[in-house]
């Protein structure tokens, strides 16, 4: 089995462009979740899927922040209207059991300029 | 209040000799886990080990092992004999909520530490 993948790896897209980030996960993990991590710093949670549940989307940062996930597959995160403080390294991770350790993505570089 | 606090931003090593990588969190959840991984300068999160709340036994992976003392809820990060490739951010993670019967299980994360090994 492949690991969690995510597309596309770098992007570099202009202030005020929408973009959108893709994550397939490992296959039958039902927890998909997102996170941020700016330059040298730790990841910052911002939504989490877990099966039919309705996903926790407490670390939004924003509403230009939003994701979406079908059913136990693909997910993608959209960030309207980029902001220079939205660049970052987006990860996304999946896991099956709640004692399971997160598999994490390489993660996209986003880059706003 | 932080969840998961990790104290050290920076550490250096020896080659070979054994470091210890300070955790602690806050929780009043009986049921919880704690995870720590690698993060090499490649970017990559690696999973390293991993200690449930009632967990009777320190956690052991090879050259890692959890320092796991609940009552003063610390899980710090043991790695013995360190070698230069264990020069990396690491992260403490903590997982809450395990016994409630919900279904939220996100992990919280805390700053990391920066490991150096010296040659």
């Known amino acids: 089995g492949a690991g969690v993948s995510q597309s596309p790896s770098n ?3 202009e202030k005020g462009k929408d973009v959108e980030l893709r994550c397939d996960p490992i296959s039958g993990h039902t927890a998909l979740y997102w996170y941020r991590q700016r330059l040298g710093q730790g990841l910052e949670f911002l939504i989490y899927f877990q099966g039919n549940s ?11 922040f939003s994701a979406e996930r079908t059913g136990e597959s693909v997910s993608t995160l959209t960030i309207q209207r980029t902001q220079q403080e939205d660049s970052a390294v987006y990860l996304c991770a999946s896991s099956s059991l709640y004692n399971s350790p997160l598999h994490f993505g390489n993660g996209t570089r986003l880059t706003v300029t | 209040a932080q969840k998961i ?49 009632y967990d009777q036994q320190n956690a ?60």
């Open chain 1, 11 to 13: 992007k570099v897209t």
């Open chain 1, 54 to 64: 309705a996903p926790d989307k407490s670390g939004l940062p924003s509403d230009r």
């Open chain 2, 5 to 53: 606090t990790q104290t050290q931003p920076g550490m250096f090593v020896q080659e070979k000799e054994a470091v210890t990588l300070d955790c602690t969190y806050d929780t009043s959840d009986p049921s919880y886990g704690l995870f720590w991984y690698k993060q090499p300068s490649s970017g990559e999160m690696i999973f390293l080990i991993y200690q449930g709340s």
């Open chain 2, 60 to 119: 052991t992976e090879g050259r890692y092992s959890l320092n796991f003392q609940k009552a003063r809820k610390s899980a710090n990060l043991v790695i013995s004999a360190s070698q230069l490739g264990d020069s990396a951010m690491y992260f403490c993670a903590m997982r809450e909520g395990l016994g409630s019967g919900g279904s939220n299980y996100k992990l919280t994360f805390g700053k990391g530490t920066l490991l150096t090994v010296n040659p």
